[in-house]
C-alpha cells in the first residue's frame, strides 16, 4: 500500500468526519431551538427530513454526471454551498427558514461526504474493502465522539446560533481544503491501481470480469435490487433514533453533562464497532455479520426502553453502537457483493438514496411518537420488528442475488 493510498483514505475520512459532525450534532440543537422558538419536536425534525430528501432526488443524478464534472469541482462547490447553508440557520427565526435551509443543505451536503467517501474506498482499495470501510466509519464515530463531549457545553455557554456558524466553519475546514489538496478520484489518474487490485482492468478500471459483475441494467429487473433497497430504508431508522437520543437522555432527567457522556459513549462505541465489523466481514459470511448487528440492536432497543440507570446506559451505549454503526459499514460492501463493481456507482446512486429516505421519514417519526406518548418507548419496541424484517432483507438479498448464482455456475 502506497502512501497515496493512505491519503485517498484521508481525504475520505474527512469526508464522512464533516457528515458525523454536520449530522450528528443536529440532536443536540433540538431541544433549545424547540423551547426557544416554539416549535414541536416533530415540526423542527422536519427540516432534516427536507435536507435529506433533497439529497434522495440529487444523489441519482450525481451518479450519472460525476464522471463530467469531476469529484473535486464538486466537492469545492459543495463545500462552500453547505457551509453558507448552516451559516442561514445561525440566523433564522421562524420555521419556514429552517425547512429552506434544510432543502439548501440536502442539495449537495450527503452528494460530496458519504456518496464520494465510499466511492473513494470503492475506488483505491480492493482487497481489505471491509476493514477500510469500518476505519473509514471509524474515523466519523471518533469526530461525532467529540463533538457529543464538547458541543452541549458549547451551545449552553455560547447558544445554538453560535453552534450553527461552528459546525459551518467546520465543515469547510474538511471539506474545501481536502478538495484542492488532498483528494484524487481514480488511482488510475496518477499511475496507480486500486490496493489488491492485480487482475487485468476491465471497463471500469475496477478489475472486475463480465462474470464478476452485473450492469445497472439487469440490476434494476432483479428482485434482490428492490428487497435490498426496503431493507437498507428499514435500517436507516436506528439512525433517526440517534438523533433523538440527546432529547431522550436529557427527558430521563440527566445534566447536560450526562447527556454529552452517553452520547459520546455510543458514538465511541461506533469507532470500535465499525472497524470490527469491517474487519470481521473480510474474513467471513456477510451473513453472520449480520445477525450480529441486527441481535446487537435488539437487545440495546428493549434495554433502552426498559432502563434509566445511567451506569447500565454507559455499558448499552456499546451495544447500540453496532446496532446504529452496523449497516453504515455493511450496506456497500452488500451491494458490491450482491451486484459486483462493475456499475457499482450507478447502483449505489440508487440504493444509496434508501437510507436518506429511511432517515428524513424517521426523524419525524420518532420525534411524533414523543409527542403523541410523552415517551420514545413504543418507536423503540417497532423498531426492533423493522431490524428482524431489515436483516432478513440483507440475508435473502446474498443468498440469492443475481452475482452468486453467476459464480456457482461458472464454478468460482
Known amino acids: 500500500m502506497t502512501k497515496r493510498h493512505y491519503l485517498s483514505f484521508l481525504s475520505a475520512a474527512f469526508l464522512i468526519m464533516a457528515t458525523y459532525i454536520s449530522g450528528n450534532a443536529v440532536g443536540f440543537f433540538i431541544k433549545p431551538i424547540t423551547a426557544e422558538l416554539g416549535f414541536t419536536r416533530s415540526a423542527f425534525s422536519i427540516y432534516l427530513s427536507l435536507s435529506t430528501l433533497t439529497g434522495v432526488f440529487v444523489l441519482p443524478f450525481i451518479g450519472q454526471f460525476l464522471p463530467k464534472f469531476g469529484a473535486k469541482k464538486l466537492l469545492i462547490v459543495g463545500g462552500t454551498w453547505v457551509s453558507l ?4 440557520l445561525a440566523f433564522a427565526t421562524q420555521l419556514w427558514q429552517f425547512y429552506a435551509g434544510g432543502i439548501f443543505l440536502g442539495l449537495f451536503m450527503m452528494p460530496i461526504t458519504m456518496f464520494l467517501a465510499i466511492l473513494l474506498i470503492n475506488n483505491w482499495f480492493e482487497s481489505k474493502k471491509g476493514l477500510m470501510m469500518g476505519l473509514l466509519n471509524a474515523s466519523g464515530g ?17 447558544g445554538w446560533r453560535n453552534g450553527y456558524l461552528l459546525i459551518a466553519g467546520l465543515f469547510a475546514l474538511l471539506t474545501i481544503p481536502n478538495a484542492l489538496f488532498l483528494l484524487v478520484e481514480h488511482p488510475e489518474s496518477i499511475g496507480l491501481r486500486a490496493y489488491g487490485n492485480n487482475t487485468v482492468a476491465y471497463e471500469d478500471g475496477l478489475g472486475s470480469t463480465p462474470e464478476q459483475s452485473i450492469s445497472y441494467t439487469e440490476a434494476k429487473k432483479t428482485k434482490q435490487f428492490y428487497i435490498l433497497f426496503a431493507g437498507i430504508f428499514l435500517s436507516a431508522f436506528g439512525g433517526g433514533l440517534m438523533q433523538h437520543l440527546p ?13 454529552g457522556t452517553l452520547f459520546s459513549l455510543v458514538m465511541a462505541g461506533m469507532i470500535i464497532a465499525n472497524i470490527l465489523v469491517g474487519a470481521v466481514n473480510d474474513k467471513i459470511d456477510s451473513t453472520i455479520t449480520i445477525l450480529v ?17 445511567f451506569l447500565s446506559l454507559a455499558i448499552l451505549m456499546f451495544v447500540l453502537a453496532f446496532g446504529i454503526g452496523g449497516p453504515s459499514v455493511l450496506t456497500p460492501l452488500v451491494v458490491n457483493e450482491v ?21 428524513s421519514i424517521s426523524g419525524p417519526l420518532w420525534g411524533a411518537v414523543y409527542d403523541v406518548t410523552g415517551s420514545y418507548q413504543l418507536g423503540m419496541y417497532a423498531m426492533i420488528s423493522l431490524t428482524v424484517i431489515y436483516g432478513a432483507c440483507y440475508i435473502f438479498a446474498l443468498k440469492s442475488g443475481p452475482l452468486k448464482k453467476n459464480r456457482e455456475e461458472s464454478g468460482m
Open 85 to 88: 447553508g448552516f451559516v442561514w
Open 339 to 359: 451486484f459486483g463493481p462493475r456499475d457499482y456507482f450507478r447502483i449505489w446512486s440508487i440504493l444509496g438514496m434508501a437510507p436518506s429516505i429511511g432517515m
Open 142 to 158: 471518533l469526530a461525532g465522539a467529540v463533538v457529543a463531549i464538547y458541543m452541549p457545553m458549547f451551545l449552553d455557554n455560547f
Open 293 to 309: 448487528v441486527s441481535a446487537c440492536m435488539i437487545v440495546s432497543l428493549f434495554l433502552l426502553a426498559t432502563t434509566s440507570s
Open 247 to 259: 432529547a431522550l437522555f436529557s427527558g430521563i432527567g440527566f445534566t447536560a453533562g450526562e447527556v
